[in-house]
């Protein structure tokens, strides 16, 4: 499968944001579909991540309550919508996908497909 990443741009903090990950070729059936983030200067961390069949879902702790990860089946796409956003969030955002079990759904070196990135600029 090939990850097509898009939707990042320049917003003002306190705004929203959506960003998409689209498969193609082969559906995500039977992988998770991780988001992470790279800061300049930084580690890429872990965002939220969804399973794609049976949609639990999962997000580092400052993220929660503020950004949503969903999927759409006939698009073969995840979003991640991102509301009051925060400078802090200024990143390359990029989704992958894998097999990661439970306790280590988090790390990236659990997924082994990864997508070009798209840039996330919050200004303050």
């Known amino acids: 499968v090939q990850l097509q990443a898009s939707g990042g741009g320049l917003v003002q903090a306190g705004g929203s944001l959506r960003v998409s990950c689209a498969a193609s070729g082969r559906t995500f059936s039977g992988y998770a579909i991780g988001w992470f983030r790279q800061a300049p200067g930084n580690e890429r961390e872990f965002v939220a991540a969804?399973?794609?069949?049976?949609?639990?879902?999962y997000y580092t702790d400052s993220v929660k309550g503020r950004f949503t990860i969903s999927r759409d089946f006939a698009k073969k796409t995840v979003w991640l919508q991102m509301t009051s956003l925060k400078p802090e969030d200024t990143a390359v955002y990029y989704c992958a996908t894998g097999m990661p079990i439970q306790s280590t759904m988090r790390l990236k070196d659990s997924y082994n497909q990864w997508g070009q990135g798209t840039l996330v600029t919050v200004s303050s």
């Open positions: 969804i399973r794609w069949n049976t949609g639990q879902i």
